[in-house]
């Protein structure tokens, strides 16, 4: 197989599989790992994949594209539905308060808060706030604030003076990027000041992230690695970012050992 060729083989399987390592693409067209690097180095160059640690995921465009809430409600429903019932395991059995976010994942925990009648609820998403309302829970409020169209979230000054005066149990948080080196980020800076005063609201944080999110590093960082408790995800637990969040060997400043990757 000539290099172009190969090339493209590696490019698409990396767009349908969302990240790949260098060993599994090495397999895939029978070459060494060497030659696997400097291909990455071609599409990466290319604008067409980014490597990272062990491997390479699909290249973002630029650090501060956002996609509308109905693009993106579109996007692996079975994969955030996982991830949603798996983050319900983290709900307060009995009473208890939370926090959540908004996202299109995150939304998805309201099939699960319908059953924790006694469940205090804050957030700041339209889309959950919508779906617990029509369960008529009794105990749901949301933050104060300016609502963001493009992901049906109220943020601003008002939303973080609200946050600022919670403690609460948990608090479940969306992302649109996970690295290691630089960990959770967004696109938007009121969306980023607003999930930063959700995790300092609150004892426990858990964040839901479809493997799409892994290998993004987004224009504005919301939390580092180490101020989150767990992270839920549909990635494979082969996959370049948790063995590198995983790994005790890692380098990076801002990883931390007692993160939990639970898988979906």
Do not use: C, W
Request: a negative charge; charged letters at 25%; glycine letters at 8%.
């Amino acid at each position: 197989m000539y290099a172009p060729q190969r090339q493209e083989t590696i490019a698409g399987e990396i767009l349908a599989r969302g990240s790949v390592s260098v060993a599994d693409l090495a397999d895939l067209v029978d070459v060494s790992p060497e030659t696997i690097r400097r291909d990455l180095g071609v599409l990466e160059r290319e604008h067409r994949v980014r490597r990272v640690h062990g491997g390479a995921v699909p290249y973002s465009r630029r650090s501060d594209d956002e996609n509308s809430v109905e693009v993106r409600l579109r996007r692996d429903r079975a994969g955030k539905t996982r991830i949603a019932a798996a983050a319900a395991r983290y709900l307060p059995p009995d009473g208890g308060s939370v926090i959540v976010d908004a996202g299109t994942t995150t939304a998805l925990l309201a099939d699960h808060v319908t059953d924790h009648p006694d469940l205090s609820v804050v957030t700041n998403s339209l889309l959950f706030a919508q779906r617990l309302a029509a369960a008529d829970h009794a105990r749901l409020r949301i933050v104060g604030g300016r609502i963001r169209g493009v992901t049906q979230s109220v943020v601003g000054a008002d939303a973080v003076a609200d946050l600022t005066r919670l403690r609460a149990d948990v608090a479940f948080l969306g992302t649109n990027g996970v690295t290691p080196g630089f960990g959770f980020s967004t696109p938007d800076p009121a969306e980023g000041q607003t999930k930063a005063a959700m995790v300092h609201a609150a004892h426990t944080t858990v964040v839901l992230a479809d493997a799409s999110k892994l290998g993004e590093e987004l224009l504005y960082r919301f939390a580092d690695v180490r101020d989150i408790d767990v992270l839920i995800t549909d990635a494979s637990p082969d996959h370049p970012v948790l063995r590198e969040l995983s790994s005790p060997s890692s380098l990076s400043p801002l990883s931390s050992p007692g993160l939990d990757v639970i898988h979906a």
